[in-house]
C-alpha cells in the first residue's frame, strides 16, 4: 500500500504530529511518503527537526516545498492519503472512494460520516 502524509499544518505542533504520523505508518511496511507543500513553512522546532532528520535516516525523508502539480499527481498516485492540517477533530480529512472512481472527498463532515457508517451497519440515530 502507498501512503500519502501531507503536511499542511502551520504550526509546529500539528506539524511535528504529521511527522511522526509519518515514521509511525512506515514502521507496517508499508511505502510512505511524506510531504509538505511549497506554502507551508515549517516552524523550527527541535521535534520537527528529529523527524525529519529519522525519515532521513530510514531512507525516506520527507520532500519540501512540493508544488501543487506535483501534490496532485502524487495524491492520485496514493492508496491512501492523510492531511494534517490545523486542529481538526480527525486527523484524517481525505478519504477517497472506492472502486475504479477512486476521487478525493475532501473536507468531510464528521457527523454525517459516523452518521453513514451506523447507519450501514443497521443503527438508528432518530
Not at 1 to 17: F, G
Not at 31 to 54: F, G, H, K, N, S
Not at 58 to 69: T, Y
Not at 94 to 103: A, F, K, Q, V
Request: glycine share 8%; proline share 6%.
Amino acid at each position: 500500500m502507498r501512503i500519502l502524509v501531507v503536511i499542511r499544518a502551520p504550526c509546529a505542533n500539528r506539524q511535528s504530529e504529521g511527522l511522526r504520523a509519518g515514521l509511525g505508518l512506515g514502521l507496517r511496511g508499508d511505502e510512505v511518503q511524506v510531504v509538505v507543500p511549497d506554502a507551508i513553512d515549517l516552524r523550527q522546532d527541535p521535534r520537527i527537526d528529529r523527524a525529519l532528520a529519522t525519515l532521513a535516516q530510514l531512507g525516506r525523508p520527507a520532500r519540501l516545498a512540493v508544488g501543487e502539480e506535483d501534490l496532485t499527481d502524487l495524491i492520485e498516485r496514493a492508496d491512501a492519503v492523510e492531511m494534517w492540517g490545523p486542529a481538526v477533530p480527525t486527523h484524517r480529512r481525505s478519504l477517497r472512494t472506492g472502486g475504479p472512481d477512486r476521487r478525493l472527498i475532501d473536507e468531510l463532515d464528521n457527523s454525517q460520516l459516523i452518521r453513514e457508517i451506523l447507519e450501514a451497519h443497521g443503527a438508528s440515530l432518530d
